[in-house]
Structure formats: structure tokens, C-alpha cells
């Protein structure tokens, strides 16, 4: 390729051109690529929430349902992540999604079988959807959103380790901010 | 409903609160202990709290009204609830308290301020606090008035004075150390009545057998898992009561109240296993109240909101009695936090913001006053306010959480989230409820499916700081405070 005069007006040599041109790639590269996993997480929640909103305002409850449990799941997976490090996030966002949406599914299934009429059968007196709804999914949504966080704390939430570090960091700030 | 047993249990109530809530101001030193409880009690005390700042008056009559007029509808809303609580500790809960370490944060604003290097947030955030705060006080004070009334045989003007009086009066001596005090003791209340109300019901019905098994040959559709509302509804209730929560200013005041960080650990367990058995009467009555209906030994019910007030008059004089205090613990609980939370607002925040500080010594003084003012201006507003009063009244909850949810999740365990993307989702949250206050209210237009729109203002909100933050730069990345940043990466 032949450079035009005010390419060579201001890269004299081809070369210097090209190693510019490179060097503005990997910048430009890796501000596209270097999105934190936080990020990522945050940015697919927000196309989640718009998809929640769309499929609202459209009616399209049994997507909605699914979308409710994707983004309760990435909030949690926020939540429970640090930075750039998943941890136990991966598998207890897992957990919360696949507990949701089996029951969401047997919820929708149980109300659409029985909608308008006394069910067949019944748990303890109970419709079948509305079993699943409370007590099962109540429960079991429980034990990832919320139980977990006691069984995490020490080793991965705040652990002493971690509290410690943040300590010694703050007090090398608070250091250095007053030897300044 | 007044008898012997009944006025004395709750005489007992109002008397054993009063002395909590005075006895409070022991702990309070400074004006950080005063506005925020500041690094002041432990696990169970402030999780228990938590819980029954949550847990309003609408769960022990709304709620039950609710399942009344349309079956399981209103289940998603406080089934939703405890998964929250364990959102809110691990979304929030770790941030806040890892900041009250390194600043002697009292109040939302606060931390807000220091996330967002802005007096503008600062101002935004307490201003709205303000209006929400007034708002929600004004709905209780006819429905607590109207309860003290009927218990106590008082005239309904008496009973408003006695019910806010003595909540004003503890916590304007000591502020957020009593508020939380009495939440504790008014939590530990309504989990006796909880559970009380749940063996009474499923003895009284036959257990769930035969409670279901009545009501749904009578009519199916109130036993099945959607009951008469819409799917657009209940799962969008889900979401916002799932995740709302975190947003709910007395929630997120306890994160900076906990002695140690090591007390985090148990208070998701505490508050959502709490909420949990709390639920239970939310579901029960209104389905024991509807079975009571359906077998013919009440008439049916004019309102709704009878459902609670008609399934006690089926207890034990001495059960109904400890479920009222319960009643009264749930309104006075949640009213003792907002009137902290507004007194903060007002004395702290908002001179802070037009960097008009007030002096520390001179903080608490003001702080009640202030509470002593707010109060009877939320009383006559709520006495003479009437159409007003629950146009208002419609903000409370959802107006919370679009304001201060995007400020906390996102801002705080992201970055890039900048001071304009907070401002920004603040004036989106105050635009987007009233604009569907006066849709809704006023012009008496709806959402199609039922949709809530408050979940509409919450995902909004949330968005737009998304969306802000990534065009914009303020109080972002390598802007943030050193003890921020620690926070947020630990």
C-alpha cells in the first residue's frame, strides 16, 4: 500500500505508521475486551431488565417468568462475586436459577392443567401449583439466596483474611494521607 | 373489641416500648449514635430489627385482605421477601459496613455522598428520603389511630396521640438507637403472634386439608397459584420484593449499626428466617378469614381489610390481644425508623448538602426537635390529608427503592458507576413516580396487565444508571476514595 501525502506528511516512515496504527489497536482492543466480569454481569442484567420490561408490556408472562429468575440470579452472582473473581458465585447462581426454574415451570404447568376447576389431586389439600409456589419454592429459593450467606461468610464473604487486608489498606491510606 | 385482658396486654406493650426506647438513649454519645445507631448493636438486635422495620401493619392487615379478595396473588409479594433480605446482605450489607469502618456514616445520604463525591447526590437522596418518609407516616396515622381506638375504646384523636406520642417521645430522645431498640422487642412481638395465629388457623380449619380443600371447591381460582390477578403482575412482584428490599432506607440503615463486621455473618438468616414465619400469618389469616366466609360462620365481608380484624374475633381474647400488640409493634416499628430516617434527612443531610453543617454537639439537640415537628406534621397531614394522604401514600414503597436501589447495588459493586448516572436515576425514580402517581391517580389510567408501576420506575431507574455511568466519568474508577475503592474490591 502506498501512503497518501498527508499520511506522509505526518508518519515520514511507512514504518512508524504501521507500528502507530498497531499500537492504536491494542489500545482500542483492549478497552473493548477489558471489561471487567462485574461488568459483564452488570451489563447482561441490564439487557435482562429490558427484556423483563418488553415482555411485560406485551404479555408475554411464561418468558417473563424465566427472565424474573435470570436476573434475581445475576444479582445474586453480583452479590456474592468479588472483584473479578466468581468464587462460589458460579455454582450457588446455578443453584438459585435451576430451583427457580423448575418450580416456575411446574407452577405455570399445574395452573394451566387445573385453571378454573378443583385439581385432582392435591399435597396435603393443597393445588399443586400453589404447593410448589409455598412451601417448595419458597424454601429452596431460601437456601441459596439466603442461607448460603451464613455458610459462606467465613471462608469467601468476609473472611478474617479478608477483613484484615482491608484494614491494612485503609490505614495505609489514612498513613499515607496524613504524611502528605 | 375493648375488654379487660386486651387493654391490659397492650397497655403492657405501650409501656414495656416506652421504657426500651428510653432506655436507648444510654448508648447514645454522639451524633452518629443518634442518626444511625452507629456501630452500636449486635447479630440478633439489629437483624430482628431489620425485619420489623420491614414488616409494616400492611402484612398483618393488608396482606390478609389481599389473599381475601384475590387467593395467592399477594403470596408473591411476601414469599418474594425473604430470598431479599439475603439479597440485601450480600448486594449491600458487606459494602456498608466495611465504609462505617473507615467513616463515621449515620445516615443513606452519607454513604452515598462519600460513593458519589457529591453534595448534589447528598441532597437529592435526603430530599427524597424526606418526601417518602412523610408520605408513608401520614398512611399509618389514621390505620394506627383506628386500631389504638378499637382496642382501647378511645375516641380516634385520642388514640392517634397515643400511639404517635409515644413513639415520637422515644425517638426523639434517642433517635436511631431507639428506633431499633424497640424494633427489636416490637419484632420479638409479632413472631410470638405469628406463630400463635398459625396453630390457632390450621387447628380452627382442620389443618391445610381441610382449610384448601373448603375454599377451593367453593371457588377454585383463589387456591390455585396465581389466584385473580395476572402473571405480568405477581412475577413482576416477585422481582421488585425480591430485590426492592435492599433499597428500603431501614434496611440499609442496620448495615451501619452492627458492632462488628463478624455480625454480619448470621443477620441474613435472622431477618429472612424471621420474615419467614412472620409471612405465614400474612397467608393464613387471610385464608382462614375466607374459609370462615365460605362455611357460613361469619357474614361476608364489606372490606377486604375486615379479613385480619375478623379472623381475630375467632381467637382467644388473651391470642387476639398479643396478636393487636403485634399489630401495633409492626405500625410502630416501621414508623419509629421512618421518623429517624426523616430527623436525619432533615438536621444532617440537607444542610450538609447546601454546606451549611450543623455542629455535632448541636445535631442531637436539633434531631428532636425536629422529630418532635416531623411527627405532628406527618399526624395533621395524615389526620387532615385524607385524598392527599393516599395519593402520597402510593409513592411510599416503590419511591424508595427507585431512588436509593440504584445508588447502592450498582454503585456500590461497580466502579465505572458515576456521580452522573446516580444523579441522573435519582431525578428518573422522582419523575417516573409522579408522572405515574398523576397517570394512575389522577387521570385514573392503568398499566395493561395489571403491571405494577413501580416495578417500571425500579427497572428504569436501574437502567439509567447503567446507561449514564458508561457515557460519563464523575466519582468513577481512579476517582474514587482510596477506603471506596477498598470497599468495593474486598
Redesign the interface.
Known amino acids: 500500500m502506498i501512503p497518501n501525502s498527508a499520511t506522509l506528511l505526518l508518519y515520514p516512515d511507512v514504518n512508524m505508521l504501521t507500528s502507530h496504527f498497531k499500537s492504536c489497536l491494542i489500545l482500542l482492543f483492549s478497552e473493548v475486551v477489558e471489561i471487567s466480569l462485574?461488568?459483564k454481569v452488570?451489563?447482561v442484567n441490564?439487557v435482562v431488565?429490558?427484556l423483563?420490561?418488553l415482555t411485560?408490556?406485551t404479555?408475554s408472562?411464561?418468558i417473563?417468568?424465566y427472565l424474573?429468575g435470570l436476573?434475581?440470579t445475576l444479582?445474586?452472582v453480583?452479590?456474592?462475586m468479588?472483584?473479578n473473581e466468581l468464587g462460589p458465585a458460579s455454582w450457588l447462581g446455578a443453584m438459585l436459577f435451576a430451583f427457580w426454574a423448575v418450580c416456575i415451570t411446574l407452577?405455570f404447568r399445574?395452573?394451566a392443567e387445573?385453571?378454573?376447576?378443583?385439581?385432582d389431586f392435591?399435597v396435603?389439600?393443597?393445588?399443586p401449583?400453589?404447593f410448589?409456589?409455598?412451601p417448595v419454592?419458597?424454601l429452596l429459593?431460601?437456601i441459596p439466596?439466603?442461607?448460603?450467606?451464613?455458610l459462606l461468610?467465613?471462608r469467601w464473604?468476609?473472611s478474617d483474611e479478608?477483613?484484615n487486608?482491608?484494614?491494612t489498606?485503609?490505614r495505609e491510606?489514612e498513613g499515607g494521607e496524613k504524611s502528605e | 373489641m375493648s375488654n379487660a385482658i386486651t387493654v391490659a396486654v397492650v397497655i403492657g406493650y405501650f409501656v414495656l416500648t416506652f421504657i426500651i426506647g428510653v432506655y436507648a438513649v444510654k448508648r447514645v454519645k454522639t451524633a452518629e449514635h443518634y442518626f444511625g445507631a452507629h456501630k452500636l448493636f449486635g447479630a440478633i438486635i439489629t437483624s430482628v430489627a431489620a425485619f420489623a422495620s420491614i414488616m409494616s401493619g400492611f402484612g398483618f392487615v393488608g396482606g390478609p385482605g389481599l389473599v381475601y379478595a384475590l387467593g395467592a396473588t399477594s403470596l408473591w409479594i411476601t414469599l418474594a421477601a425473604p430470598l431479599g433480605f439475603g439479597l440485601g446482605w450480600f448486594i449491600v450489607g458487606k459494602r456498608i459496613r466495611l465504609i462505617a469502618e473507615t467513616r463515621p456514616v449515620a445516615t443513606l445520604p452519607d454513604i452515598a455522598a462519600a460513593r458519589f463525591k457529591s453534595e448534589a447526590v447528598r441532597g437529592l437522596l435526603a430530599a427524597s428520603l424526606v418526601l417518602g418518609v412523610i408520605a408513608y407516616l401520614g398512611t399509618q396515622v389514621m390505620a394506627g389511630g383506628y386500631v389504638v381506638s378499637g382496642l382501647l375504646g378511645v375516641d380516634l384523636e385520642t388514640a392517634i396521640i397515643i400511639i404517635f406520642g409515644i413513639t415520637m417521645i422515644y425517638t426523639a430522645i434517642a433517635g436511631m438507637a431507639a428506633s431499633i431498640l424497640t424494633d427489636f422487642f416490637q419484632g420479638l412481638v409479632m413472631l410470638i403472634a405469628a406463630i400463635g395465629v398459625l396453630i390457632f388457623a390450621l387447628i380452627m380449619t382442620g389443618g391445610t386439608e381441610g382449610l384448601f380443600t373448603t375454599i377451593g371447591q367453593k371457588d377454585p381460582i383463589l387456591i390455585d397459584p396465581l389466584g385473580k390477578g395476572t402473571w405480568v403482575l405477581v412475577l413482576l412482584w416477585f422481582f421488585v420484593f425480591a430485590l426492592g428490599g435492599l433499597g428500603q432506607p431501614h434496611l440499609a440503615t442496620k448495615f451501619y449499626a452492627l458492632r462488628s463486621h463478624r455480625d454480619l455473618k448470621w443477620g441474613a438468616l435472622i431477618s429472612g428466617g424471621s420474615y419467614m414465619l412472620s409471612s405465614l400469618l400474612w397467608i393464613f389469616v387471610g385464608y382462614a378469614a375466607l374459609w370462615l366466609v365460605i362455611g357460613g360462620k361469619i357474614p361476608a365481608l364489606q372490606k377486604p381489610d375486615q379479613a385480619a380484624i375478623a379472623f381475630l374475633g375467632q381467637l382467644p381474647v388473651w391470642m387476639s390481644a398479643v396478636v393487636y400488640a403485634g399489630l401495633l409493634a409492626a405500625i410502630m416499628s416501621t414508623a419509629s425508623g421512618f421518623i429517624a430516617i426523616g430527623t436525619a434527612a432533615i438536621v444532617r443531610d440537607i444542610p450538609m448538602a447546601l454546606g451549611r453543617e450543623l455542629d455535632h454537639s448541636r445535631q442531637v439537640w436539633w434531631g428532636r426537635i425536629v422529630t418532635i415537628l416531623l411527627t405532628i406534621f406527618a399526624v395533621i397531614f395524615g389526620y387532615f390529608g385524607k385524598y392527599l394522604v393516599a395519593i402520597l401514600g402510593a409513592l411510599g414503597w416503590g419511591y424508595f427503592a427507585s431512588a436509593t436501589l440504584p445508588l447502592l447495588a450498582i454503585g456500590l459493586n461497580w466502579k465505572k458507576a458515576t456521580r452522573e448516572g446516580a444523579v441522573a436515576s435519582l431525578i428518573t425514580a422522582l419523575v417516573l413516580n409522579i408522572g405515574f402517581l398523576i397517570y394512575e391517580k389522577v387521570l385514573g389510567m392503568k398499566l395493561p396487565y395489571a403491571m405494577p408501576s413501580y416495578a417500571v420506575s425500579i427497572i428504569v431507574a436501574l437502567l439509567v444508571m447503567i446507561a449514564v455511568s458508561l457515557v460519563t466519568e464523575g466519582a468513577a474508577e481512579d476517582d474514587l476514595d482510596p477506603d471506596i475503592r477498598a470497599a468495593i474490591e474486598a
Request: proline share 1%; glycine share 10%.
Open positions: 462485574r461488568e452488570l451489563a441490564g431488565m429490558l423483563m420490561l411485560a408490556f404479555n408472562w411464561q417473563l417468568g424474573v436476573s434475581l444479582w445474586l453480583l452479590g456474592v468479588r472483584e407452577i399445574y395452573w387445573f385453571r378454573g376447576q378443583f385439581p392435591t396435603a389439600g393443597m393445588h401449583g400453589f410448589v409456589l409455598f419454592m419458597w429459593l431460601f439466596g439466603t442461607l448460603s450467606y451464613a461468610f467465613d464473604i468476609l479478608t477483613w487486608e482491608f484494614k489498606r485503609v491510606i
